[in-house]
């Protein structure tokens, strides 16, 4: 390696770090907005930070436009920032989803010349992506109309992610009046259990076959009971996780149905997402292919029982869409969240790699 290269290599891991150290949790993003927006103003970037608290930084003024958003928000948990003795970064957000936007400044910051006169990059680190209001794209779907997208998101620096599940959150409540233990009846608890039981054994059956992303995952995310005396609450929240074949619109629609024979339940729904599968052979995908092969790797597509923001810009951006990143996704959100710098610069230069060939042409069936 060059020591060009070296310096480069060095640079965008000291991005990360320094990005990691910040903290950002959903709507307290602007201390790294500022930090990364800076970064790449620095770097040749006209950057700046927008009305949704999204730090954005374009280069290149070809006819192509590549979208490149990835978030910057992370969720709660203090993790002590480190690089151990193996080279991995320890911190909240290195994997989910600091080390995949930082990889896609650092790869934008290094494209050539040629690439820069044939396509325009614009990298976005959102806002709030881990709360209900993808506040961060939301905004930018409705002022930016790309040719070809990349979300940064952990799929490894082999891993091409296709689509993600749907979501919908459903919240329960039960009310009925105070009586004895003894006595018969149902209790606001047993009512709201009911709904739970109803609403798992539809979620049991519902979808189509194709392993776990085509059915509906169910789970209970809160649950509590009370009372005064007087009258008994209950309440929970349950969340739902959609195949393309079950839209949330229809999903809720099934639940009012088979709920509406509870007179003490009333119900609410929130986090409406629809569910999102790309196609895998297009210009994108042949030349994120041919990159992670001149690496050394073995491409391999994945789908995710989770979402991300992918599943808020789909139906605005109908263009080749991927999810890209360094990073294991079955550490995000753990209190062991962690980093391999070794796969960062991979990843890094299979992005360099592929936006180039696909800004120039230069991609290939692989």
Same mark, same amino acid.
């Given at each position: 390696?060059?020591?060009?290269?070296? @310096? #480069?290599?060095?640079?965008?891991?000291? &991005?990360?770090?320094?990005? +990691?150290? !910040? =903290?950002?949790? $959903? *709507?307290? /993003? %602007?201390?790294?907005?500022?930090?990364?927006?800076?970064?790449?103003?620095?770097?040749?970037?006209?950057?700046?930070?927008?009305?949704?608290?999204?730090?954005?930084?374009?280069?290149?003024?070809?006819?192509?436009?590549?979208?490149?958003?990835?978030?910057?928000?992370?969720?709660?948990?203090?993790?002590?920032?480190?690089?151990?003795?193996?080279?991995?970064?320890?911190?909240?957000?290195?994997?989910?989803?600091?080390?995949?936007?930082?990889?896609?400044?650092?790869?934008?910051?290094?494209?050539?010349?040629?690439?820069?006169?044939?396509?325009?990059?614009?990298?976005?680190?959102?806002?709030?992506?881990?709360?209900?209001?993808?506040? @961060? #794209?939301?905004?930018?779907?409705?002022? &930016?109309?790309?040719?070809? +997208?990349? !979300? =940064?998101?952990? $799929? *490894?620096? /082999? %891993?091409?992610?296709?689509?993600?599940?749907?979501?919908?959150?459903?919240?329960?409540?039960?009310?009925?009046?105070?009586?004895?233990?003894?006595?018969?009846?149902?209790?606001?608890?047993?009512?709201?259990?009911?709904?739970?039981?109803?609403?798992?054994?539809?979620?049991?059956?519902?979808?189509?076959?194709?392993?776990?992303?085509?059915?509906?995952?169910?789970?209970?995310?809160?649950?509590?009971?009370?009372?005064?005396?007087?009258?008994?609450?209950?309440?929970?929240?349950?969340?739902?996780?959609?195949?393309?074949?079950?839209?949330?619109?229809?999903?809720?629609?099934?639940?009012?149905?088979?709920?509406?024979?509870?007179?003490?339940?009333?119900?609410?729904?929130?986090?409406?997402?629809?569910?999102?599968?790309?196609?895998?052979?297009?210009?994108?995908?042949?030349?994120?292919?041919?990159?992670?092969?001149?690496?050394?790797?073995?491409?391999?597509?994945?789908?995710?029982?989770?979402?991300?923001?992918?599943?808020?810009?789909?139906?605005?951006?109908?263009?080749?869409?991927?999810?890209?990143?360094?990073?294991?996704?079955?550490?995000?959100?753990?209190?062991?969240?962690?980093?391999?710098?070794?796969?960062?610069?991979?990843?890094?230069?299979?992005?360099?790699?592929?936006?180039?060939?696909?800004?120039?042409?230069?991609?290939?069936?692989?």
């Amino acid at each position: 390696m060059s020591s060009e290269a070296t @310096g #480069a290599a060095q640079d965008a891991r000291d &991005l990360l770090i320094r990005a +990691v150290q !910040i =903290g950002s949790l $959903s *709507g307290q /993003e %602007g201390p790294v907005a500022a930090f990364l927006s800076g970064w790449m103003a620095a770097r040749g970037f006209a950057a700046r930070v927008d009305e949704a608290g999204n730090a954005v930084g374009e280069r290149g003024s070809g006819p192509l436009t590549v979208a490149l958003l990835g978030h910057m928000d992370t969720v709660p948990g203090d993790i002590p920032v480190h690089v151990d003795a193996h080279g991995v970064l320890h911190g909240r957000g290195s994997v989910d989803a600091k080390g995949p936007l930082c990889a896609f400044m650092a790869a934008v910051a290094t494209l050539p010349p040629e690439a820069l006169a044939a396509a325009r990059f614009v990298v976005i680190g959102a806002t709030e992506e881990e709360a209900p209001s993808s506040r @961060g #794209a939301r905004h930018v779907r409705e002022v &930016l109309r790309p040719d070809v +997208v990349l !979300i =940064g998101e952990p $799929s *490894g620096w /082999e %891993g091409l992610t296709l689509g993600y599940k749907g979501r919908l959150v459903v919240k329960v409540g039960a009310q009925r009046e105070n009586f004895h233990t003894a006595g018969e009846g149902s209790s606001a608890g047993d009512d709201l259990t009911e709904a739970w039981f109803r609403v798992r054994a539809w979620a049991a059956g519902a979808g189509e076959p194709g392993g776990v992303f085509g059915g509906v995952q169910a789970t209970v995310q809160d649950i509590m009971s009370s009372t005064d005396g007087l009258t008994q609450q209950a309440s929970g929240t349950f969340g739902l996780r959609l195949p393309p074949a079950v839209s949330p619109d229809a999903a809720e629609a099934t639940i009012r149905e088979l709920l509406a024979d509870l007179d003490s339940v009333t119900v609410t729904f929130t986090g409406h997402e629809s569910a999102v599968r790309h196609p895998k052979d297009n210009a994108l995908t042949r030349a994120m292919r041919v990159a992670i092969r001149a690496q050394g790797g073995a491409p391999v597509f994945k789908v995710k029982t989770g979402t991300s923001d992918m599943n808020v810009v789909a139906a605005h951006w109908p263009v080749p869409t991927l999810a890209y990143g360094p990073g294991d996704s079955a550490l995000d959100h753990t209190p062991e969240e962690r980093l391999d710098l070794a796969e960062f610069d991979r990843s890094v230069a299979v992005l360099r790699e592929a936006l180039t060939r696909l800004a120039t042409g230069g991609t290939s069936p692989a």
